[in-house]
């Protein structure tokens, strides 16, 4: 079975749920029917009536959300869902395909899927991968910029802050033996 969340995520996600009873004196079974009650249809707009109405904080009403209304939600748990809503051009699944493929015999994976990006971890998160218009990927990296020439700097990306270099891929061909290390030297440091 492939783990979708690190240990550490899981403590995260056990610690929401505890603190929220505790903090707030409901349970989370109370806060999905208050969820319920909610006039707003879209999810943004039921994230920020949760927040506004009942002083729930950006984590705790998304967690809350998530668990009110699961089918209408790409969540932690539902990794395949996620990836297939991300990854619809073909050209750029194919991609995510060969960087899979480079990760899959790395011992200790854990393969997260997010909103915007498909990411690796083991500890840590050591890279992730986003679909851009035109059929291509970038690569985001756990290493530093001048570990290759063809890593750049990352700016405003969505994912991990300690992927310090992102990679331009047009093609599976470009997930080569330099992209499989400096993979490998990701993940040795996560």
Known sequence: MTEHLTERQKKWFASVREGLERETGKSLEDWVAIAKTCP??????QLAWLKAHHGLGQNRASYVLSVAFPSERMTWDQPDEARAALWTDPASLAILQALEA???????????????????????QFAAAK??????????????????????????????????????LASPADVDDEVRALLMTAWEKS
Do not use: C, H, I, M
């Open 102 to 124: 480079a990760v899959a015999d790395f011992d200790g994976l854990v393969t997260g899927q997010r909103k915007t990006y498909s990411a690796w971890s083991r500890a840590f």
């Open 131 to 168: 679909p851009v218009k035109g059929g291509t990927a970038v690569l985001g990296l756990a290493v530093a910029p001048d570990a290759s020439p063809r890593l750049l700097e990352p700016r405003n990306e969505s994912w991990s802050e300690r992927l310090k270099a992102k990679l331009p």
């Open 40 to 45: 707003e249809t879209k999810p943004r707009a």
